[in-house]
C-alpha cells in the first residue's frame, strides 16, 4: 500500500482524538512483535479487534466526502515538492505534501471550530422504504 494514499498516522491519531468517524478502505493497526509495539499500514480488516488497535486510515477521498461543498482545492510546487492546498469560507490554507493529510487537517480544524459536517456512513440503503411507493412492481 502507498502511504501517500492515506492520511499519516500521526493525523490518523488526531482524527481519532478529535471522535472524528467514518469507514475507511484501509487502517493503521498496531501490532506487538519482539515486544516492541509498531503501527502498520493495512486494509481494514473485516473481523473486530479492539477500536484501540485501529485507526482508520482514511484516502483523499473518504475525508473529502467529509468537507462541506464549499471547500477548495489547490496545487503549488516549492523545488521538487508539490503541495495540496485546501480550505473553505473562514479557513485558513492547509497545505501539505500529502493531499490526505491537508485534507485532514481542514476537516480537524472544521471539528474545532464545530462546523464539520456529519461523516458519510456508508450503511446499505433501507429497501422497504425504498419500495413504499411500489406494489406489485407497480407505482401506488
Given at each position: 500500500?502507498?502511504?501517500?494514499n492515506?492520511?499519516?498516522?500521526?493525523?490518523?491519531?488526531?482524527?481519532?482524538?478529535?471522535?472524528?468517524?467514518?469507514?475507511?478502505?484501509?487502517?493503521?493497526?498496531y501490532?506487538?512483535?519482539?515486544?516492541e509495539?509498531?503501527y502498520?499500514?493495512?486494509?481494514?480488516?473485516?473481523?473486530?479487534?479492539?477500536?484501540?488497535?485501529?485507526?482508520?486510515?482514511?484516502?483523499?477521498?473518504?475525508?473529502?466526502?467529509m468537507?462541506?461543498?464549499?471547500?477548495?482545492?489547490?496545487?503549488?510546487k516549492?523545488?521538487d515538492?508539490?503541495?495540496?492546498?485546501?480550505?473553505?469560507?473562514?479557513?485558513k490554507?492547509?497545505?501539505?505534501?500529502?493531499?490526505?493529510d491537508?485534507?485532514?487537517?481542514?476537516?480537524?480544524?472544521l471539528?474545532?471550530?464545530?462546523s464539520?459536517?456529519?461523516?458519510i456512513?456508508?450503511?446499505?440503503?433501507?429497501?422497504?422504504?425504498?419500495?413504499?411507493?411500489?406494489?406489485?412492481?407497480?407505482?401506488?
Amino acid at each position: 500500500m502507498n502511504e501517500r494514499n492515506y492520511i499519516s498516522l500521526q493525523i490518523a491519531k488526531r482524527v481519532h482524538e478529535a471522535g472524528i468517524k467514518g469507514e475507511s478502505e484501509a487502517s493503521w493497526v498496531y501490532r506487538i512483535r519482539n515486544n516492541e509495539g509498531f503501527y502498520i499500514l493495512m486494509p481494514t480488516p473485516s473481523f473486530s479487534l479492539s477500536l484501540s488497535n485501529i485507526l482508520p486510515a482514511y484516502t483523499f477521498t473518504e475525508i473529502w466526502e467529509m468537507l462541506p461543498d464549499t471547500a477548495v482545492l489547490g496545487k503549488w510546487k516549492e523545488g521538487d515538492l508539490e503541495y495540496t492546498s485546501i480550505y473553505c469560507e473562514g479557513s485558513k490554507d492547509f497545505d501539505n505534501p500529502n493531499p490526505a493529510d491537508a485534507a485532514a487537517e481542514l476537516l480537524l480544524w472544521l471539528t474545532k471550530e464545530g462546523s464539520a459536517p456529519k461523516p458519510i456512513e456508508k450503511t446499505p440503503p433501507d429497501y422497504d422504504s425504498l419500495c413504499d411507493d411500489w406494489q406489485g412492481g407497480r407505482p401506488r
